[in-house]
């Protein structure tokens, strides 16, 4: 009767422990051990088939199938936690982990809460069975490292845990010459003139001339009317500068020079005759600016612009462009000269078969830096030995097969026998 009137115990004793995932970046092996310790800690009866059941739907991933390899009979959660260890704890010291945290930021969409539990969860499971000594010695390795970063080797290699031993791996170090605020003033200034733009002498361009290779202030063609600065002279005793007087070297009076000599400048008349009293009148032209003959080569289906320059011995392409062009590298060293206003040593040449306004045909590339050529490639007189013509007009190029001569042999007239027109020839 008492079995009959003894209600059931309908209590769930079945437990679900939190999923383990590997493959995920965020995962934390002693982490995931803590949290199972809090889970089984009033559960001692569990072990053998009860505990692989347990752990076997918490198993995710490549954990799974590891978990389906190394189970066996009786087993016990202590034993599982040194096999779990073993396999899936990284080992790394405690003053590598304070760094590391140190350094780390929150994840995209984490709010600080939740970084700060993830955090403590992480020290908790790392500092679970460390003394003080320990901890503090961690903490004060991980803020060297950020000083020293020498110091990284043995934080994440050696576990440094009592302050003797510290000590004497410290005392290994030199000690700095200069100071840490000297050495973080020097680093900062290198790092923001390595972020200053720096223009190379190929791509400076002289705006009083418009060539390439030089500035204004060096250019050797500027016109002799620009008056140069002249000396100044201060007065002793007095703080204002005078600037002192200029002579005309040509006529001897004071507040001209004599590129702005008067007596040289021409006298307007009306006689036919020319003015001699001028030595020279200069004035200024404008030039025109001409365009360059340019058209298409294409590969398969990959279209690149050219330049075809006819006092070119050879073909010229940039080193950028040549990595998008299939052909054959070749390896010899030639001097191009005639490229600015200096040589360039060329040492490395591209055979590839393009097609050139609807011709194909294969031409040998010399590869430049991408700061000698202004258009991407350009093609020279070599074009020309290929059987190919080219024609240039206002608005376009041409390009067009030379026409072959054949030789027609000469056929002389026969004349007719009369002879067979007659029937008994026949």
């Known amino acids: 009767m008492e079995t009959l ?28 051990l803590a949290t199972v310790d809090i889970c089984l800690s009033e559960r001692t009866d569990i072990q053998g088939s009860k505990l692989v059941l347990i752990l076997s739907k918490a198993m995710k991933g490549s954990a799974a199938s590891w978990f389906s390899q190394i189970a066996f009979p009786n087993m016990k959660w202590i034993e599982f936690k040194e096999i779990f260890l073993s396999r899936f704890d990284t080992l790394e010291t405690c003053a590598a982990t304070i760094l590391k945290m140190i350094s780390g930021k929150p994840q995209e969409g984490e709010c600080l809460a939740a970084y700060a539990s993830r955090l403590f969860t992480l020290l908790m499971s790392r500092w679970g069975n460390k003394d003080k000594e320990e901890m503090v010695v961690s903490l004060i390795l991980a803020h060297m490292g950020q000083i020293e970063p020498r110091l990284h080797r043995n934080i994440f290699s050696e576990e440094i845990i009592t302050r003797s031993k510290m000590q004497r791996e410290l005392m290994a170090f030199s ?20 972020k200053r733009p720096r223009l190379s002498s190929v791509s400076t361009k002289c705006y009083a001339c418009g060539k390439l290779g030089h500035r204004s202030y060096e250019c050797f063609s500027r016109s002799h009317d620009k008056q140069q600065p002249t000396p100044t002279s201060e007065r002793p005793g007095t703080s204002v500068t005078l600037r002192a007087p200029v002579t005309c070297y040509k006529c001897g009076v004071e507040g ?6 008067p007596k040289t400048w021409p006298v307007a008349s009306s006689s036919a005759q ?9 004035k200024r032209v404008d030039v025109c ?15 690149f612009s050219f330049c075809f320059d006819s006092g070119a011995d050879c073909s010229l392409i940039k080193e950028s462009v040549s990595r998008k062009l299939v052909g054959t590298l070749q390896r010899a060293i030639v001097t191009l000269t005639g490229v600015g206003k200096c040589s360039v040593t060329c ?20 590869i430049i830096p991408d700061d000698y050529l202004k258009n991407d490639i350009l093609i020279g007189r070599d074009l020309l030995a290929l059987g190919l013509s080219v024609h240039i007009s206002s608005d376009k190029l041409t390009i067009v097969e030379k026409a072959s001569l054949v030789n027609m042999c000469n056929i002389a007239p026969r004349a007719i026998d009369e002879a067979l027109i007659s029937s008994q020839t026949l």
């Open 5 to 32: 009137t003894k209600t059931p115990n309908t209590e769930d004793k079945s437990i679900t422990l939190p999923k383990f995932h590997p493959e995920d970046a965020d995962t934390d092996a002693r982490a995931w």
């Open 175 to 194: 000690y700095r010459k200069r100071s840490y605020q000297e050495i973080t003033k020097t680093v900062a200034s290198t790092t923001q003139d390595n």
């Open 256 to 261: 001209h020079v004599a590129s702005r000599c």
């Open 274 to 282: 020319p003015a001699t009293s001028a030595s020279s009148v200069v």
């Open 289 to 303: 600016n001409m365009e360059p003959v340019t058209g298409i080569i294409t590969q398969f289906g990959e279209k």
């Open 347 to 366: 040492d490395s040449q591209l055979l590839s078969e393009v097609t050139l306004c609807g011709h194909d045909v294969q031409i040998l590339f010399h």
